[in-house]
């Protein structure tokens, strides 16, 4: 197979599925009463709660490529109802407390945001499947009934856990040992809702400029002024919601999130033979509880998303077009799949591609304000942000506008996620902390390193 070199717009399933109307890039003088940067999910839902806060907000919006060029539309379209990756993370992150409101703060969201499709007639081929957990090992199995017994005492107690035979009945594949099943959340396609919501914006009068790369952010009066090759904005205040590229604007938060980037690939379309091979009738979006885990799931067209979650970091806080294929990745993923589903035969994927997303060490975002309040920002979805976005652009939106909000008292406003450390220690620390987790992963018990980790808050293992 030739290594994958076609640009993104291409290679990206979603992104390449059909042609999508864009507006003109930002060129001369502009004035708005907030602007925003980044037409993802976070840049979108927070004009559009502008809009929702105070019908008059002067919004506009400035997107570098067009809207869904970063993460929102690159991703495996899975929308869950968490909001901290997980609810033992959450405990051990915020105490059992916070980690019993933000599970409820999830449910609430989701619902929130799937009743705004409906309500916007917003049709990204949305399907309730609900997702699905597997064990690979039996210690595993431990993993699994932990995260129930877990949510159960947080109040979840919706979630099923799965025999071997009942999960090998929904997916035939020889590798489960077991599953969770969550039957809240589902599949969605990515790019169809980033234009569902940009075009909701647009109805409302938000102003969006795509094609336009804020160079610079500077201070103009008690205002900003954000600055492209050929124009510049005026607004009292900037919001970004740049995510994994917000240290090329505000570089002193690189020590608060890592960059790392997730790999997909797609295959063709299943025959009906290939269908009946498999099962996987109720089509629930899948991952499996390694760490670097594998997740997946159909499209509508009924083609197999295969992705990792054992994301590359490149050196330097690298993100950009230079870092969207990765044969070396590609190679893992279809092997992958080839493991879990000998019976399909060859398979051809004739999409594949990379997204940059935004670790923090306690796997939640953070919010903030720089230049004295006059830009403010909400990042660090870590590879969670379908849902979370909708929850962010909220939080974003009350303080663009000065609202007050309950949501400003979670943990997760308040307080930033403990540093990274900075180069070249950093490339170090991700290269010895993946190599451990990579151990854990294949049944060996956590490191001195992963304990410690663990110990001081900040470790994956727990
Ligand atoms: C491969 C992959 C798979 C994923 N799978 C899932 C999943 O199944 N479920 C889930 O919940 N989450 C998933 N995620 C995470 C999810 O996609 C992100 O958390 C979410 O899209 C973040 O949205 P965002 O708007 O904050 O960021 P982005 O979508 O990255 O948007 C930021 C925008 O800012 C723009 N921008 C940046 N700098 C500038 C600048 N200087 N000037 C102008 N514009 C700028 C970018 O071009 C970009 O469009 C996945 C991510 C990846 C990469």
Do not use: M, P
């Given at each position: 197979m030739p290594p994958e070199t076609r640009p993104i717009e291409q290679a990206c399933y979603w992104l390449a599925a059909r042609p999508r109307s864009e507006s003109a890039p930002l060129e001369g003088r502009h004035e708005a009463g907030l602007v925003i940067v980044g037409a993802g999910f976070t840049g979108l839902w927070t004009a559009l709660h502008l809009k929702r806060l105070d019908p008059s907000a002067d919004v506009a919006i400035v997107e570098q490529g067009i809207a869904a060029y970063g993460a929102s539309g690159r991703n495996a379209g899975m929308l869950a109802e968490t909001i901290d990756h997980g609810h033992e993370l959450a405990v051990a992150h915020f105490g059992e407390e916070e980690a019993r409101?933000?599970?409820?703060?999830?449910?609430?969201?989701?619902?929130?945001?799937?009743?705004?499709?409906?309500?916007?007639?917003?049709?990204?081929?949305?399907?309730?499947?609900?997702?699905?957990?597997?064990?690979?090992?039996?210690?595993?199995?431990?993993?699994?009934?932990?995260?129930?017994?877990?949510a159960r005492g947080l109040g979840v107690t919706n979630l099923r856990l799965l025999s071997r035979e009942e999960v090998r009945a929904e997916i035939h594949c020889e590798l489960y040992q077991g599953g969770l099943f969550n039957p809240n959340g589902g599949v969605l396609d990515p790019v169809k809702l980033v234009d569902g919501l940009r075009r909701v914006a647009l109805a409302h009068g938000v102003r969006v400029f795509e094609r336009s790369q804020v160079k610079a952010i500077?201070?103009?009066?008690?205002?900003?002024?954000?600055?492209?090759?050929?124009?510049?904005?005026?607004?009292?205040?900037?919001?970004?919601?740049?995510?994994a590229y917000t240290h090329h604007l505000l570089p002193h938060l690189r020590h608060r999130f890592i960059p790392f980037y997730d790999y997909i690939v797609v295959s063709e379309p299943l025959t009906p033979a290939q269908k009946d091979a498999i099962g996987w009738k109720n089509r629930a979006g899948v991952a499996d509880v390694r760490t670097f885990f594998k997740y997946y799931r159909l499209t509508k067209d009924d083609r197999v998303l295969w992705g990792t979650s054992e994301a590359k970091y490149y050196a330097g806080n690298g993100v950009g077009p230079q870092f969207d294929h990765s044969e070396a990745q590609y190679d893992e993923l279809r092997s992958s799949f080839a493991q879990h589903f000998p019976a399909l035969g060859k398979v051809e994927f004739p999409y594949a591609w990379g997204g940059p997303i935004d670790a923090t060490t306690r796997f939640t975002p953070f919010f903030g304000s720089a230049r004295g309040g006059r830009v403010i920002y909400g990042l660090g979805y870590t590879g969670h942000g379908i849902g979370t976005t909708h929850l962010a652009g909220k939080i974003l939106a009350h303080k663009a506008l000065d609202r007050r909000s309950d949501l400003f008292d979670l943990q997760l406003v308040k307080k930033p996620p403990f540093p990274y450390p900075p180069e070249p220690l950093r490339g170090l620390a991700v290269n010895l902390v993946s190599k451990a987790l990579r151990r854990v992963d294949a049944g060996h018990k956590p490191s001195l390193l992963l304990r410690a980790l663990d110990a001081l808050g900040i470790g994956l293992s727990s």
């Open positions: 409101r933000l599970a409820s703060l999830g449910r609430d969201n989701a619902a929130e945001l799937t009743g705004f499709l409906e309500s916007h007639t917003i049709d990204c081929d949305f399907e309730r499947t609900g997702q699905l957990h597997v064990a690979l090992h039996d210690r595993h199995l431990e993993d699994l009934r932990a995260t129930e017994e877990c500077a201070n103009d009066g008690a205002g900003v002024v954000v600055r492209t090759k050929f124009g510049e904005l005026r607004a009292k205040r900037a919001i970004l919601g740049t995510s």
